[in-house]
């Protein structure tokens, strides 16, 4: 299926966000567009999931969808805490946070989240595949498309885990995006708000601003597969150096010869 897409020409982008340039690269397949923008660094083997999330809407497709929108957090009840000099540092943020509907832990270790989440009454949400080396370190577990591999993974991935879900953006423009919002609306249960939205989406996109996923009213619609770039917003925001340029494709085809 990989011999389907155009990886040699695929135009590579650069989304100014307040951390800085998110980069990737769009692929244009049989049927539509995907985004590949796995994070700096990442190995080959989890390049290949990002990449297998980038091919699936134009391949294989997302699955139904049993709600037309998705609600989206504005992140006020919700704390991101990470777990660093101590897990009572990191109890006392969210002790000090006040009311919220879930705390999104970022740790290293089963040990740390368990340990936090039997201190705090609230509950706690961690990585998919953190909470499925230890199924009672957590409440919640987060759920990206692009690190899971796409939609129908992800839903799989959160089947067998059996605890509810929240939808977390891996997306850098609304393409990609558009994979972790067919993600939520495509859970059986929704118990938590999803997001929150990439902010930088409403300076820079890729597509038209009639597709562009800004939130409207607290939600995002849910589409059968994602919205194709705009030339006239894409052109602003390709990335001509070089160097750069060659470093992407060819991570695209060695995380394409892992498929």
Known sequence: MRTLFDFDDA??????????????????????????SPPPGCDDALAARWLTSAM???????????RGRVPVSDGRARA???VESS???AVARIRDAG?????????????????VRRQVDVPVAVEADLLAADPGCADVAVLRCGELGGVRRALRRAERLGVPAVVEFSG???????ADVALAAALPELPYACGPAPEWLRAGDVVSPARSLVPADGHLPAAPMPAAPDPSR??????????????WRALVRRAAALL
Do not use: K, N
């Not at 135009?11 to 567009?33: E, K, M």
């Not at 009311?99 to 340990?115: F, N, P, Q």
């Open 11 to 36: 135009p590579v982008f650069a989304i100014p966000t307040s951390g800085g340039p998110r980069l990737g690269v769009l692929l244009d397949g049989p049927q539509g567009w995907g985004e590949f």
């Open 56 to 66: 699936e809407p134009s391949t294989v497709g997302w699955p139904d969808a049993v």
């Open 80 to 82: 991101v805490v990470t």
């Open 87 to 89: 897990v009572a540092s």
């Open 99 to 115: 009311a919220l509907d879930l705390v999104r832990l970022v740790c290293r270790s089963t040990e740390d989240a368990a340990a």
């Open 172 to 178: 850098a423009t609304s393409i990609g995006a558009a």
């Open 234 to 247: 894409l052109e602003p925001l390709l990335v001509h150096d070089d160097d750069t340029v060659q470093q």
